[in-house]
């Protein structure tokens, strides 16, 4: 495991997106840091915007099979995404993709007033079951936790109903902790897939234990 910053941020977890195909990162990162996201998640990356930002993971959501974008996601980068994945803009007001919905190989929770239509796009698009929810009771799912295929790390404050629900859709086991030295917005701090994980540079090394044992390093 590896603790990094991206634009100068320990909230990594805004400015990449990593599955078990694929690695996003902006454009203009070090050399060094892209080397090192590469070696802990045994993808290669490529260095992209989504909505002509580089808040990569703040608008885009994926899994191995796809990605989904903010509605804002210019022609142009809807092209150059192709050529790493497939991809879909997500037809709804709410552009924070990455906050709402929190996704893996198997499942998505999605923000709860997400439209009937987007959920039939996650579910046939990522080939997930899908479900409307909170964590901590914050409709901004996808930066209270970090699933991958192996485990998921939530917010220390969601609830006992929540995690129970949580479990049960993604047939796993869900554990609370944190990172960058208590943040509970762990899905903005944290980037991880089945092979490794980077969290932010603030976070302590009772974090790191913990998220190691969530997402089962």
């Keep these: 495991m590896k603790l990094l910053r991206l634009n100068d941020s320990p909230f990594i977890g805004n400015f990449a997106l990593a599955t078990n ?3 996003l990162l902006p454009p203009h990162t070090p050399p060094k840091v892209k080397e090192d996201f590469e070696e802990e998640l045994g993808v290669k990356a490529r260095c992209v915007t989504v909505g002509e930002s580089n808040l ?3 608008l885009a959501c994926g899994n191995s099979k796809g990605l989904i974008v903010s509605p804002y996601t210019s022609d142009f980068e809807i092209k150059q995404l192709e050529k790493i994945t497939r991809v879909r803009r997500l037809p709804s007001i709410l552009s924070a993709v990455g906050n709402i919905i929190l ?3 198997d499942a998505a929770l999605v923000h709860p ?3 009937d239509e987007c959920i039939e796009l996650i579910a046939d698009f990522l080939d997930v079951d899908v479900w409307r929810g909170t964590i901590a009771n914050l409709r901004t799912v996808g930066a209270m936790a970090v699933a991958t295929g192996r485990g998921i790390l939530v917010n220390p404050d969601i609830t006992d109903n929540e995690l129970s629900r949580l479990s049960a859709l993604f047939g796993l086991t869900p554990l609370r902790g944190s990172a960058n030295f208590g943040s509970g917005v762990v899905g ?4 991880a897939n089945d092979h490794g994980c980077v969290a932010g540079s603030d976070t302590t ?3 790191v234990m913990r998220i190691e044992d969530a997402l089962e390093l």
Excluded: F, M, P, Q
């Design 21 to 23: 195909e694929y690695l």
């Design 56 to 58: 990569i993971g703040l």
């Design 205 to 207: 090394a009772v974090e």
């Design 103 to 105: 996704a893996n190989d």
């Design 113 to 115: 007033k997400l439209s």
């Design 188 to 191: 903005s701090s944290i980037v």
